[in-house]
Nanobody
Framework: QVQIVESGGGLVQPGGSLRLSCAAS????????MGWYRQAPGYRALVATI??????NYKDSVKGRFTISRDNAKNTMYLQMNSLKPNETAVYYC??????????WGQGTRVTVSS
């Protein structure tokens, strides 16, 4: 059974940093693209993705502040978020891209950016 579990969310002040983790089990995540998304009204907005070979892609608004990475030995992906802004408050989800249009999702971790 595939499980995707996020952790690392919490309350941070504007300008602060958080590191999210996404642990996969029941599947070798290293051979799949994985991504971070955040909940927007009516949909989950892409934040960043990383392919099996380490190629990364970022939403324009987070470039230079967020870094996505993965540790294949640990079957885990990360999102380092720096200089966080209040409008980035959201539930952040990890997804494993199994095939076009088919994803395994985690339960989400809440990030609150507030003073």
């Amino acid at each position: 059974q595939v499980q995707i579990v996020e952790s690392g969310g919490g309350l941070v002040q504007p300008g602060g940093s958080l590191r999210l983790s996404c642990a996969a089990s029941g599947i070798d995540s290293s051979i799949y693209t994985m991504g971070w998304y955040r909940q927007a009204p009516g949909y989950r907005a892409l934040v960043a993705t990383i392919t099996s070979t380490g190629t990364t892609n970022y939403k324009d608004s987070v470039k230079g502040r967020f870094t996505i990475s993965r540790d294949n030995a640990k079957n885990t992906m990360y999102l380092q978020m720096n200089s966080l802004k209040p409008n980035e408050t959201a539930v952040y989800y990890c997804a494993l891209h199994l095939s076009p249009g088919k994803y395994y999702w985690g339960q989400g971790t809440r990030v609150t950016v507030s003073s």
